[in-house]
Structure formats: C-alpha cells, structure tokens
C-alpha cells in the first residue's frame, strides 16, 4: 500500500510518545512492506536529522526507495494519507483517509486472500498470475504481511461477513470465487437466479460487493478447473483419456460452463437443469455420454503440480487474469 504522511504530522507526532509510530511507519518503508512519502520533504529532514547517524540512513534511505516504487505502482494502488488526530476518518477502499492510530492498525493487518479452497485454490492463483506478481505475492506471504484463507466453500460468504465486521480486515481482504454460472448469458450484470433456481457464485458477489471489501475475482468460467490447459489435464492419472478428449472436443464457451467435477448427468437436477439452454445442443451423442459423470475431483490437484512447469493458458484465461490480478496486487 501507498502510505502519505500529511503536512504537520511528523512534527506532531515526533513531539509525543506517538514519536514510537513514526518508526514503525517508516521500520514499513525500510522493510519494503509499504510505500511511505512524506508530503513535507523538509518535515521529514528535519526529524530525520534529531535520529542517530544509524536511523537516520536506514530511514532515508527508506524514503529514496518508496518515491522510486510508487513510480512503477498502478494508479488504484490502496492508499492511506495520515493526518493530524482531528480530521475525520474516511475508510475508503481505494483512498483512505486516516490518524496515525487507525492507519497503524490498518498498515499491521495482513492481507488476508479469502479462497473457497485453500489449497487448489491458492495454487491456482499462484500459477496464473505473471512471474513478476508471484515472486511479490510470495514474499508477502513468507512475511506474514499477507496469508491465504481457507473460505470453507459454502461457508464463503460467512467468512465475508465476519471480515467485513471489522473495518481494518475489510479494507484487507481480497476474496477469489467460481461464478458457477451455466450459461454465458449469467454473466449478464442485469442476470439473477430466479426460485427455485441456485447460484452460490452469483449470492458470493452479492455479498461482497455489500461488504465494500479491499477487492475480489469473480471468475468469469465456472470453476478454477474450466481453466486448466489440455497438456495438464491429461496429466492427472485419474482421468480417462477418451473423456478427456471428449471435453476438449466442447467449444471454449462449453467448456467454461460444463460441470467437470459431476459431468451432465448432475446439471439435470430439475430446478437448474434449464439454465444451460441450448448451449450443448450440438455435442454429440457419444460425448455426451463419455462426460456425463464429468470428469471428478482430482483435476484441480494438478494446479499444485511441480512449481518448475509453467502452465499454457489459453488466450482468454491470460486475458482475464491481466484484468483481475491487479485488484489482488494493489492491496499488498
């Protein structure tokens, strides 16, 4: 995050004991965790210059390096401008506006990435992003200044809410979801399910978009596993090949919205079994039947396959991810 250090603050707060939460903005600067920039370059000499020889480096140095990151950041990178104790909070997800106490609070809480599955999940998330992204995502969990949080499936929107209720963990959550739309049309933003029609992807979004959180992806395909590469899912022993084959054989569109884990055979459930319309009118009679168990559980395994082996996204997974990603990226 972006961290701006008003005009008056330095001097105030290096007058009193909040002097202790000068250092630890700037110990966030020195350890590369956030960008600090002091809207008073002279302020911040004159303090620098009261600390011993030692400190006083480190924190300059500090300085030099974030005016040099915030350059390369995006322009919606979360920020939080400190100001003196008599200005009002405003807890905006994009641009807060803070005293050094809420914005303490705020800067201490790790990021937390909110996944419906913390394991397949993550690492679909891992694999995705570009090298660059990964290796800072990283580093930020092996700090502790973020983690990936188990949601709990069903339990997701749950979680959501238990975030949401305090404010700091809700300006530092991002959340990752299926859509598990069945058709492209319910990517529609005027789409809703309709009684005694189901959609956790669609009640997910509802969710945290009332919850104001730091930021989400809403994958656009309906699980994490209607993107995985043809050379990777051949990969998974579990899989028949000819089944395999026979979902490959389904245009992209249909194979975004195919159920993978349960196949035709569980989308024939009365309540949403019209939700697909016509989209697999023109799949074959003898793939119908080679997917109409789907093709299990174990294909989201393989996202946690050798970190060596980089993944061949189709165009639009890449496309999608260049698109989502940022909103993750923005908050570390």
């Known amino acids: 995050m972006i961290v701006i250090l008003s005009d008056g603050v330095i001097d105030t707060a290096s007058k009193t004991a909040d002097v202790i939460k000068l250092h630890k903005l700037f110990g966030f600067a020195a350890e590369g965790r956030h960008v600090l920039i002091a809207a008073s370059t002279d302020e911040a000499s004159r303090w620098l210059d009261t600390l011993d020889s030692p400190t006083c480096a480190i924190y300059q140095k500090a300085l030099q390096l974030s005016i040099r990151s915030s350059s390369t950041l995006s322009t919606n990178t979360a920020t939080v401008r400190i100001t003196l104790a008599d200005t009002p909070a405003n807890w ?3 641009s ?3 005293n050094i106490n809420d914005a303490l609070n705020l800067l201490q809480e790790p990021l937390g990435i909110l996944l419906e599955n913390a ?3 993550w690492h679909f998330l891992r694999r995705i992003i570009r090298s660059s992204e990964r290796v800072k995502l990283q580093r930020a969990i092996d700090a502790r200044w973020a983690e990936p949080l188990h949601g709990g499936g069903s339990d997701l929107t749950q979680r959501i809410a238990e975030r ?3 404010v700091t963990k809700r300006l530092r959550t991002f959340v990752l979801f299926d859509s598990d739309r069945r058709h492209p049309d319910e990517l529609s933003p005027d789409w809703a399910p309709q009684a005694p029609e189901a959609c956790q992807g669609f009640t997910t979004e509802k969710v945290v978009n009332e919850a104001a959180i730091g930021g989400y992806w809403r994958l656009n395909r309906r699980f994490i596993e209607s993107y995985m590469p043809k050379q990777e899912m051949t990969q998974v ?3 028949n090949i000819e089944t395999v084959e026979a979902f490959f054989r389904l245009s992209r569109q249909e194979q975004s919205h195919f159920n993978i884990k349960k196949g035709f055979k ?3 459930k009365v309540e949403n079994a019209h939700r697909a319309k016509n989209l ?3 799949v074959s009679p003898e793939d119908k039947e080679l997917l109409h168990n789907g093709l299990g559980r174990k294909v989201a395994d393989r996202y946690s396959a050798s970190e060596a082996i980089e993944f061949d996204w189709d165009h ?3 496309q999608e991810a260049l698109r989502a990603v940022p909103q993750l990226m923005r908050l570390l």
């Open 92 to 94: 905006d997800i994009f």
């Open 280 to 282: 697999y009118a023109n």
């Open 96 to 98: 807060a506006t803070l």
């Open 164 to 166: 949401a209720g305090l």
């Open 237 to 239: 022993a579990a899989l």
């Open 119 to 121: 394991n397949n999940d």
């Open 266 to 268: 569980d989308d024939a």
């Open 316 to 318: 639009d997974a890449r």
